[in-house]
């Protein structure tokens, strides 16, 4: 049988029989779950299978969470379930097992568990690819020959815009370590994002660490030499009264999706009800600011944008309260960060020195990332 003339599912039992004879080769039959698993599996009893397979999945085995992947996808055993096929494959792929990869590219293309994403797709294809699977390589070149200019991530600004129906949209910039950081709130339904550049360049992350109760997340890019420079701490707190400004996307449908400049002073040295974990500032912000570097006139982060105050109730009135807006204090952030491993990145951080806005916001803009989290 030609594998390019196999149907999806017939690729997939391909995928399930040759992991079987690998492991079974290499170990010997050591794992003698795994193995008792494939022999029910051979003899149809798939249910037998699964109660097999199950507790080494549960246990990080990415041989395993294929398979439960296969037959959730399938309906062996079990009534057919896309979105937990869906979740095992992504479990696989996440340990790095390239069929899992190449089933969760599948997915992303079919619009099954998941939200139908070629970009999604052609990532997981080309970790696949990456790894030497050829099917996985057939498919990028598919998607190649495909794709016009106006369907790339750098095509009309229509077109993108379109994409972001049902995401989350805010901002993020990397901090040294391979490391991004936004709001919680902005990846608060997602696990995994996409982070897009000046350049248009796409990076895959996933959220390391949340901390919901300052609304920080930690994100772990996959490629992290590709981050542009990192953006430095500040060492000491912000002051009452000093300047300091944001650079993000708010309202990328409307504004657009070049980084936007907003400028202030912090107003409070406390947050919202006297918050000590955050700012008060007068730096104008509208929904997609949030995750923003909030920085000093010497280009330091004192701070993570996180929300803005606008219409409040007093007594039976509304009150109008504008240029109010929050950023936590980035002395949080370095709680987060300090027991991470350090993943290295290939951009040495931004130098700290004094200069005019303009200069600050010259040297800083390429290190902000757009992030887009489905929803």
Not at 153 to 182: C, H, M, N, Q
Not at 268 to 297: A, C, H
């Amino acid at each position: 049988m030609e594998r390019r003339q196999t149907s999806r599912m017939a690729w997939q039992g391909l995928v399930l029989l040759a992991l079987c004879a690998a492991t079974c080769t290499a170990s010997g039959l050591a794992d003698d779950a795994f193995a008792r698993g494939w022999s029910a599996y051979q003899a149809g009893q798939y249910n037998g299978a699964m109660q097999l397979w199950l507790p080494l999945a549960d246990a990080g085995n990415a041989d395993a969470q294929l398979n439960i992947g296969i037959l959730y996808d399938v309906g062996q055993g079990v009534a057919t379930d896309p979105v937990e096929a869906a979740h095992w494959y992504r479990r696989s792929a996440e340990h790095g097992h390239a069929a899992a990869q190449y089933n969760l590219g599948l997915m992303y293309v079919a619009g099954r568990g998941v939200p139908q994403d070629n970009t999604e797709a052609r990532f997981w294809f080309a970790q696949a690819a990456g790894q030497g699977l050829q099917e996985a390589s057939a498919m990028l070149s598919d998607f190649e020959r495909r794709e016009t200019p106006a369907a790339s991530v750098l095509g009309s600004r229509e077109s993108f815009i379109d994409s972001l129906s049902g995401t989350s949209t805010g901002t993020a910039w990397p901090v040294a370590g391979g490391y991004a950081i936004t709001s919680n709130h902005v990846v608060a339904d997602s696990e995994a994002v996409s982070l897009y550049d000046m350049t248009g360049q796409r990076l895959h992350a996933t959220v390391a660490v949340r901390d919901t109760v300052s609304d920080l997340a930690v994100l772990r890019v996959d490629e992290a030499d590709k981050l542009p420079p990192a953006l430095p701490l500040a060492q000491l707190p912000g002051r009452l009264g000093s300047d300091v400004f944001t650079l993000g996307f708010p309202r990328v449908d409307i504004l657009g999706r070049t980084p936007k400049l907003t400028e202030g002073i912090i107003s409070s040295v406390n947050g919202y009800r006297d918050d000590p974990g955050s700012y008060q500032t007068s730096v104008q912000i509208q929904p997609g600011n949030s995750g923003g570097p909030l920085l000093n006139m010497d280009g330091e982060v004192v701070g993570i944008v996180s929300s803005m105050l606008g219409t409040v109730t007093e007594g039976a009135e509304p009150v109008v309260m504008p240029n109010i807006s929050y950023a936590v204090k980035v002395e949080l952030l370095q709680a987060l960060l300090a027991p991470l491993p350090q993943r290295g990145s290939s951009a040495p951080a931004i130098a700290v020195h004094t200069a005019p806005l303009a200069d600050l916001a010259e040297r800083i803009q390429p290190s902000v990332l757009l992030v887009v989290a489905n929803d």
